[in-house]
């Protein structure tokens, strides 16, 4: 028997699948900042914790300030412009066309 399910289109920040580069701060020296590159649900930085554990501070700081809007789930509603030019209601970037399955 097949499985029955619906599969529709929504939308999603563009944050979430592009790689994304930042500077963050130093928490310890305020003169240095480390660039953080993330994309989905991982990142790497250019500091020494990261290069020795694998892991850091700043790049939880970059993931946390990603913006995870999809006209799914978001709280904010697109405008119909919005919508027909695919832009994210929270963050005014571009949006990406998502297939969603139920």
Known sequence: MVPDFTL?????CGQLSHATTTKVPSGSNPQLSYTVTVRGNTGTCTCPGNHYRGRCKHV??????LCTW??????????????????????LGPTELARVAA
């Open 8 to 12: 529709w289109l929504a939308q999603k």
């Open 60 to 65: 939880e700081q970059a993931l946390a300030a």
């Open 70 to 91: 999809t006209s799914e789930h978001g709280a904010e509603q697109q405008s119909l412009q919005q919508n027909v030019s695919c832009v994210c209601p929270r963050c």
